[in-house]
């Protein structure tokens, strides 16, 4: 089994949602990585910085290591920053831990937008420029160690959940 499951991707790719379902049918450990800065961040997130969103990182990377101290595996993690992906072997030495980077990326513009500003969205964020920005940029770079990229464009959330959990067992299989 694998450890650690990310599911990264820009804002409206389907992250949350696709977490909550994995985690109602598998009963996975869930992280959001936002709720970890909710402790000390105010209701409108005005205060974030780059050192209160590192600390947030370092104390996800403990909570990591202790559920795999007891024992956990397929612990599903979400709404991480893009940059902190490429430095996850700086904290999750594969000799001890083994992990999965599932990237969901939105080929169209317009779509991804719909998503953003759909008003049962459960997220508050609404900037689609910005989700655009960051969607342009996972599409662009190259993949680390581990990514999978899923095209979810034209998927619901329940043939994203489908698809993504097809490519953690075949994953799995390889370990």
Excluded at 25 to 53: A, M, P, Y
Excluded at 115 to 120: C, K, M, Q, W, Y
Aim: hydrophobic share 35%.
């Amino acid at each position: 089994m694998i450890d650690f499951i990310f599911i990264a991707g820009a804002p409206g790719s389907g992250k949350t949602s696709v977490c909550n379902l994995i985690n109602e049918e598998k009963s996975w450990v869930s992280i959001d990585f936002g709720c970890l800065r909710v402790f000390h961040l105010d209701r409108q997130w005005s205060n974030t910085s780059d050192e209160e969103e590192r600390m947030s990182f370092e104390n996800l990377i403990f909570i990591l290591k202790n559920y795999h101290r007891y024992g956990y595996k397929n612990v599903l993690v979400h709404d991480l920053r893009d940059e902190r992906l490429a430095q996850l072997p700086n904290y999750l030495s594969h000799d001890e831990y083994n992990y999965l980077i599932i990237t969901f990326i939105v080929e169209q513009d317009n779509i991804l937008k719909e998503r953003v500003l759909e008003p049962t969205r459960g997220s508050g964020f609404r900037n689609f420029e910005r989700a655009i920005e960051v969607n342009r940029s996972v599409k662009q770079r190259v993949l680390v160690k581990n990514e999978v990229r899923l095209n979810n464009t034209k998927m619901t959330v329940e043939e994203t959940v489908e698809s993504a959990l097809k490519i953690v067992e075949k994953f799995q299989k390889k370990l």
